[in-house]
Structure formats: structure tokens, C-alpha cells
């Protein structure tokens, strides 16, 4: 299998859940680093959700996925920002 043999048919639309502590900053600079792997990314279609303890935010952001390469780079960006615990 090559580096670009996926799945997936391009573009796609193609959901990422983001979780991390919860703060009041965490959604929009999650939102901020999708924009710019995803510049057509509406922000206003995120989701949220907060734990039931309250401590843990998720926030969901559908892409419209263009590649394998863009979705491969925003999975490392994501993951690699200190504030996320896991995505998806």
C-alpha cells in the first residue's frame, strides 16, 4: 500500500472530535487550527460537549477533506497541541 491508498474518495466530508480540559479558549483555537488545514471550514457547525464531571471539553468539526495529506497533517497538529488529550 502506498502513502496516499486510503478508503476514502476524495473530498469527503469528514468528522475530527477534539478532547481536551476544558477552558474557555479550548473550542476557538481548536476551530483556529482546523482553519487553516480546512479554509473552508464553517466554525459555526462545531459541537460541543462537556463531560459530566465538567472538567473535559469535545468539540467536533466536520471538514470537507480534500486528501489523505490534509487530513494527515491536521491529525498531527491537533494531537501535537498541549491541550488535546485525544482525537478522533
Keep these: ?18 478532547m481536551g480540559q476544558r477552558r474557555d479558549d479550548f473550542a476557538q483555537t481548536m476551530v483556529d ?3 487553516r488545514h480546512a479554509p473552508d471550514f464553517k ?6 460537549r462537556a463531560s459530566s ?12 477533506a480534500t486528501s489523505k495529506a490534509q487530513l ?3 491529525y498531527r497538529e491537533i494531537t501535537a497541541h498541549p491541550w488535546v488529550k485525544m482525537a478522533l
Design 1 to 18: 500500500m502506498s502513502e496516499e491508498d486510503t478508503l476514502l474518495q476524495f473530498p469527503t466530508d469528514f468528522p475530527i472530535k477534539i
Design 33 to 35: 487550527l482546523v482553519l
Design 43 to 48: 466554525a459555526e457547525t462545531v459541537e460541543m
Design 53 to 64: 464531571s465538567g472538567n473535559y471539553l469535545s468539540v467536533t468539526c466536520v471538514v470537507r
Design 72 to 74: 494527515d497533517a491536521l
